[in-house]
């Protein structure tokens, strides 16, 4: 197991090395070939994995040496700040700077094992590994089409391999330095990759990103300071089986701030909307496998120690908020990547709160969230890439004639969103889990929770569809249909079947994969259960012959868009009332800027709300 | 016998059509068409010529039927209500896609309302789902209708539940989504003859479901629960006779002004009392 691990955390830094310097084909096959040891090893992990923690202890030297990486990136993210004067980036980052050098120079702690892998980091390799290899398989295409230097492809493709190790190293931290380095570490290769066009907006989304994911930086540093004065300890593990005080409930505090911050929650929210201004497999893989898929990550880590807590409850309700809010500003957007993005930020709200939330059904529902939400939106960002290498498509009122052009992309567009919200599908699944555990607390907190993830559910499935008001009309003008590159149907279907296996097989998977996770998270039992291809959970089900038949219904969907069979019924024009003008379809915004104003507002407004009723109790 | 229920449910629902069809005449001092008008309906339909604009939205028509009439067995089988209520939400997801895939103004203006629509009455049955949960300690149908009756612990959600059908039936005053006299039955419009069927027949089911969610409410007590249908159906007729149609943004501000706070509040209520 422990070279697997390691293979894990070197080989996406090896091959990206070599990937870097080679070109042409032999970059094709090199970094095929990686990934798909990568997927391998990540798949292997799972089964030689038995016990429930393996702790791996390096030489304190390692340590040592990694101390000055982190000096490094501090310099660095202090030029960029002098470069581009900005005194935020300059501030925090010299902030980090001072609070680790006092830590290095004036804390004395007994080091201890930096490395801890357990079910959860399993499951995170898993997704790293697999969605994220495939999107850099994608990324091969979709760099064939970008118009740029031969050397700079190959710096992409490995920026982003070398991603996938960052994110399989952070997953399995115990030591608080080791955390902090991975952190900011995928800060440093989320502001490259965000930046790689090298244009004036780009630039600036980077340094927006910088900025901010900086706040959550410091937030760990100075919990690292704390720790090592205060509290005696860099190990996350020890730290989060200690006795509730005060400073521990600070220090979890500053760790959920970071979460917050990584995982885009308003007032963060700017930078991962700005991240589509990089190439499109930049998107596709920071929203379905790595950095803002830490922030959930992140409050799986302090559930338990959390569960039950004020702070839980107060912080899971204004996420639970922002999971609502974060769907209805998306209605306002005709940019696909941008509804896409709003879209993410929303659903990890959720994801967060019911890791927060504590039960170990809502963590299964958690965990279930984080892996189908990142195949769906990795199918749909690399549709979204697709659409703008292929048809030179950004927006939503583009859509028009798609189905003619390329039907798969047209419907898998269409199946990515039916996958997030209709059964059976993993997603779905999810959001039934999410209602079934709220609904088992009470009071405020239960009504309050189960009515916003079902309004926040609707709202987004209002924008899903609203978007593809044009997507399928067919004229009987004949456009032509365009092929698609071979690495774009490979990682589209790859998803999609992916997708489809899983919907089929959700109740072992829920209840023998995800269910023992959590109940080894929340240390208690989640009541979940699978008989057969059943699921059963606490005063619900999910019957095998229900899964098949709503499976049949949207093969029979999938089987439509392809296939239509031959009807004898005359074909007619559509109804125009005898109007003679040109038809010209627009999208739906439903809300306006007064709207969103309120909106702000309002949501202001009740996290000044929750913030007051949980101080008054 | 729940077999037999699936079997006749289309019967069934086009009986309660016939039934309101006549129910609303007497409302409105006429004598009204016979209780199987429906039926005749459905036959000289079947007759006519059909014209399709394209397959795809023919077809998904009657997926759109297959899906409803999945979603109704499914909660006539006592299967979880979660479930029950998205595969109904996937049946209508199917014909906005169907709406959506058509160059008519008509065609997209219903879809975007009826989604619109979708989001105000979805969660609202989402919440009595929750409340049936609350009350008898599970999510399915076949366990709720052994449980203690509902309808005492949640009246308010009962209301809310009769607000969301009147949506969901496009009833007046939320009947937006199909507007006959603007937007000429909005999402309907393109499908004839022998596809038409299938959304009309749909739309028979959609009654059984409806009611069903009302009957729920009775729990084991099923007299009790056949009362609360059978008031449920004369109400939400009442009012269809008596208001005009309202715009669909005013549906939405209904909703989040009246129906949404008394849900929430009743919920919170009775969660402290017990």
């Known amino acids: 197991m422990e070279n697997l691990a390691f293979t894990l955390f070197m080989l996406p830094f090896l091959g990206g090395a070599a990937v870097f310097v080679t070109k042409g084909a032999m970059r094709e096959y090199l970094s095929s070939l990686v990934v798909f040891v990568l997927a391998i090893v990540a798949v292997a992990s799972y089964f030689v994995f038995d016990s429930s923690t393996l702790i791996i202890g390096f030489n304190p030297i390692i340590s040592d040496v990694l101390m000055v990486f982190d000096f490094a990136l501090f310099a660095y993210f202090m030029y960029q700040g002098l470069k581009n004067r900005d005194t935020t980036i300059l501030l925090l980052s010299s902030l980090q700077l001072v609070l680790l050098l006092i830590f290095v120079l004036f804390g004395e702690v007994k080091s201890t094992p930096q490395i801890s892998i357990d079910k959860l980091s399993i499951m995170m390799y898993l997704l790293i590994n697999i969605a994220g290899g495939v999107i850099v398989l994608y990324a091969l295409g979709y760099m064939k089409d970008e118009d740029t230097s031969e050397s700079k492809r190959s710096y992409f493709l490995a920026l982003l391999l070398a991603f996938l190790g960052v994110m399989n190293l952070i997953v399995s931290c115990d030591n608080l330095e080791w955390f902090f380095l991975s952190f900011e570490l995928t800060t ?430 | 016998m729940s077999y037999l229920a699936i079997f006749l449910a289309p019967f069934l629902g086009g009986l309660l059509y016939g039934f309101e069809r006549k129910l609303k005449a007497r409302m409105q001092g006429r004598k009204g068409p016979p209780v199987l008008q429906p039926f005749y309906d459905f036959f000289k339909l079947a007759g006519k010529r059909t014209m399709i604009v394209s397959r795809y939205h023919a077809y998904l028509g009657v997926l759109h039927f297959v899906a409803t009439y999945i979603a109704l067995a499914m909660l006539l089988l006592g299967a979880d209500l979660l479930i029950v209520i998205f595969t109904h939400l996937s049946a209508t997801l199917f014909l906005v896609v169907a709406a959506y895939s058509i160059p008519s103004v008509f065609s997209q203006i219903g879809a975007n309302r009826e989604l619109v629509l979708v989001s105000v009455y979805e969660p609202i049955f989402a919440l009595v789902a929750v409340c049936l949960f609350l009350s008898s300690g599970s999510f399915e149908a076949s366990s709720i209708l052994g449980g203690t009756p509902a309808i005492y612990k949640y009246p308010f959600l009962f209301l809310a539940l009769l607000a969301a059908i009147a949506v969901k039936l496009k009833k007046s005053p939320f009947d937006a989504a199909e507007a006959h006299q603007e937007i000429v039955g909005g999402m309907e419009i393109e499908y004839s003859g022998i596809y038409f069927e299938a959304l009309y027949t749909a739309k028979w089911l959609d009654y059984i479901y409806a009611y069903a969610f009302c009957f729920l409410f009775g729990g084991s007590n099923y007299l009790l629960g056949i009362s609360l249908a059978v008031f449920a159906f004369f109400v939400i007729n009442l009012f269809d006779n008596s208001t005009g149609r309202i715009r669909y943004v005013s549906v939405v501000s209904f909703f989040a002004r009246n129906i949404y706070p008394i849900a929430i509040l009743n919920i919170i209520v009775t969660g402290w009392m017990i």
């Not at chain 1, 730290?239 to 005080?245: R, V």
């Not at chain 1, 306002?332 to 967060?352: H, N, P, W």
């Not at chain 1, 798969?408 to 269409?414: N, Y």
């Not at chain 1, 993993?426 to 088992?440: D, I, Q, R, T, V």
Request: aromatic share 16%; net charge positive; proline share 2%.
């Open chain 1, 188 to 617: 440093l290769f989320s502001f490259l990759l965000i930046g790689f066009r090298k244009d004036e907006v780009s630039r600036a989304n980077a340094l927006t990103a910088l900025r901010l994911n900086l706040f959550g930086g410091a937030a760990l540093a100075l919990m690292i300071v704390i720790c090592g004065f205060f509290i005696g300890t860099l190990s996350i593990s020890s730290i989060l089986s200690m006795q509730n005080s005060y400073l521990i409930m600070f220090v979890f505090a500053l760790f959920s701030f970071a979460a917050i911050v990584k995982g885009a929650q308003p007032p963060f929210s700017s930078w991962l909307l700005g991240a589509m201004v990089a190439p499109t497999p930049v998107s596709a893989i920071l929203h379905s496998s790595t950095m803002v898929k830490i922030a959930p990550f992140m409050m799986l880590k302090i559930s338990y120690a959390l569960h039950g807590s004020f702070f839980a409850k107060i912080l899971s309700l204004f996420l639970l908020a922002s999971f609502l809010f974060s769907a209805i500003l998306a209605l306002k957007e005709d940019s696909f990547k941008k509804i896409l993005a709003y879209s993410t930020i929303s659903l990890l709200a959720l994801m967060m709160a019911l890791a927060l939330y504590g039960t170990a059904a809502a963590i299964s529902a958690s965990m279930l969230l984080i892996v189908f939400h990142g195949i769906s939106k990795a199918l749909l960002f690399l549709q979204a890439g697709i659409l703008e290498k292929t048809f030179h498509v950004k927006s939503v009122e583009d859509f028009g004639g798609l189905w003619q052009k390329s039907r798969t992309t047209a419907f898998l567009i269409l199946f990515g969103f039916l996958s997030i919200v209709i059964p059976p599908f993993g997603a779905f699944l999810a959001k039934w889990l999410a209602l079934e555990s709220f609904s088992a607390s009470s009071g405020i907190y239960m009504a309050l929770s189960v009515v916003s993830t079902a309004l926040g559910g609707v709202v987004l499935t209002l924008l899903y569809f609203k978007v593809n008001f044009k997507l399928a009309i067919s004229t009987h003008t004949m456009d032509k249909r365009i092929g698609l590159r071979f690495w774009y149907k490979f990682s589209s279907w790859f998803f999609a079947f992916l997708l489809a296996i899983f919907a089929l097989l959700v109740a072992p998977i829920t209840a023998d994969f995800f269910a023992p996770i959590a109940e080894s998270i929340s240390k208690s039992s989640s009541h979940i259960r699978s008989a057969g291809l059943n699921l059963f959970v606490n005063g619900g089900s999910f019957y095998f012959w229900e899964i098949l038949l709503t499976f049949a219904l949207m093969t029979a969907f999938a089987l439509l868009s392809f296939f239509a069979p031959k009807s004898s019924a005359d074909i007619s024009s559509s109804y125009y009332c005898a109007e003679k003008k040109e038809l010209k379809l627009s999208a739906f915004y439903f809300i306006d800027e007064a709207f969103e104003r309120k909106a702000v507002y309002v949501f202001a407004f009740s996290l000044a709300a929750i913030l007051i009723i949980g101080v008054a109790l």
